[in-house]
């Protein structure tokens, strides 16, 4: 007999997109051609500023802890981002710095949420959303709208109770690629504002953003903006998930402060050598933001005009991210079926829509390349044509 477990432990399950990418991996590794769009990266290099700055810094050989919240070079860069993309300038003190927007976003949840506190979110959502919540004791509130994978204002609003301590936004969304309109983002932020609860914009793909589209800015419609938490990180920006970095900012630097506590007594601080990349990539030439929109506008509607010769299939334009949500419910109601379907037979991976809040529905990603891309979507259709286990 092992020793137990924590409750929490038990009560934390695994990110379904993370275990799937491994299992792609080993299968590829085991020697399968194995089509993965299931991915969350983009296949672009990492910018050339970054990469040199971090062989600088690794020659230097003085590779050292840093200041636990960020180096003030990379916060100061932050800044300059916010203050260009959200027109606020903000202070020192107001950044943290973490290891992902992911370690960013779970601290701000510990900095901020009690047992029992809500935190009210549009469905289809991001994995993670639901199962980080409930590590720090909150109760997740998904907010599924009438129609389409959009959510109104209205519904959304219409879900916060006095229990409701955040509303939790991303725009462009991963899963779906939808853009919440500036109708929408000044509803919800000035309700928020008035009603004096934590507005979270989870923004990591707002530059990710098509067909001369602009994600609307949430602190044009604020005021002291103390209740707003803009998260960003390098992963998507610059195609540089590996390099663990991302931030918060936000006027409340109670808050800011809290999350750095938090960080400081379990990370200690993030990784000097990324500090340093992630600095470079902000303060260098950001042609490479557009190219890789550009690249991935050009990948959606490959994906798009493939997908839309499966018969049955349902699916809205994305409007940015690199993830469509299309409906494949006619074929399977259960999207863990389909997928693993998919992967054994016709070796492609998707993300079921299930694990986004979402049954019947695939998350296909157009990160890849478009040989890939075309490859994968012919793959699933022949794979289709003779699939019909619920007719
Ligand atoms: C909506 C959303 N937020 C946050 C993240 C995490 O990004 P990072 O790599 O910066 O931790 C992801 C990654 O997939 C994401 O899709």
């Keep these: 007999m092992s020793v137990s477990l924590s409750k929490l432990a038990g009560s934390v399950g695994d990110s379904p997109t993370l275990k799937l990418n491994a299992t792609a991996r080993a299968l590829k590794a085991a020697g399968q051609p194995v089509?993965?769009?299931?991915?969350?990266?983009?296949?672009?290099?990492?910018p050339q500023a970054a990469v040199e700055a971090i062989i600088k810094k690794a020659q230097s050989r003085q590779i050292k802890y840093v200041p636990s919240s960020g180096t003030p070079t990379l916060k100061q860069a932050i800044l300059s981002y916010t203050e260009k993309n959200y027109g606020r300038r903000y202070e020192l003190n107001q950044v943290i710095v973490s290891a992902g927007a992911k370690q960013a976003l779970f601290n701000f949840l510990l900095a901020a949420i009690d047992a029992g506190d809500e935190v009210v979110f549009p469905s289809p959502y991001w994995v993670s959303y639901p199962e980080m919540i409930k590590l720090v004791g909150g109760t997740p509130v998904p907010v599924k709208g009438a129609q389409g994978l959009g959510v109104t204002a209205e519904e959304l609003i219409a879900a916060v109770t006095p229990k409701t301590k955040a509303i939790l936004l991303n725009s462009p969304c991963n899963p779906s690629g939808?853009?919440?309109?500036?109708d929408f983002i000044k509803q919800v932020v000035e309700f928020a504002e008035e009603k004096n609860i934590f507005l979270v914009m989870d923004d990591i793909y707002h530059q990710l953003v098509f067909d001369g589209q602009k994600t609307p800015n949430p602190c044009s419609y604020a005021k002291e903006a103390k209740n707003l938490v803009l998260i960003?990180?390098?992963?998507?920006?610059?195609?540089?998930t590996g390099i663990r970095i991302g931030w918060a900012v936000s006027a409340h630097t109670d808050l800011i402060a809290a999350m750095g506590r938090m960080q400081a007594q379990s990370t200690s601080c993030n990784s000097d050598l990324s500090e340093t990349a992630a600095a470079a990539a902000l303060q260098g030439d950001q042609t490479c933001v557009s190219e890789l929109c550009k690249q991935l506008e050009e990948n959606r509607n490959v994906l798009l005009s493939e997908l839309l010769q499966i018969p049955h299939v349902k699916v809205e334009k994305p409007q940015g991210t690199f993830y469509s949500f299309a409906d494949f419910s006619y074929y399977n109601p259960s999207s863990q079926e389909l997928s693993k379907f998919l992967l054994e037979k016709a070796l492609v991976a998707v993300v079921p829509g299930k694990a986004f809040?979402?049954?019947?529905?695939?998350?296909?990603s157009f990160c890849a390349d478009k040989a890939s891309i075309i490859e994968g979507v012919r793959r699933i259709r022949r794979a289709l044509e003779n699939y019909c286990p619920h007719k």
């Design 357 to 364: 809040g979402l049954e019947g529905y695939l998350r296909i």
């Design 35 to 46: 089509i993965h769009l299931g991915g969350g990266e983009p296949t672009f290099p990492a």
């Design 178 to 182: 939808q853009i919440y309109n500036a």
């Design 232 to 240: 960003n990180g390098v992963s998507k920006l610059y195609g540089m």
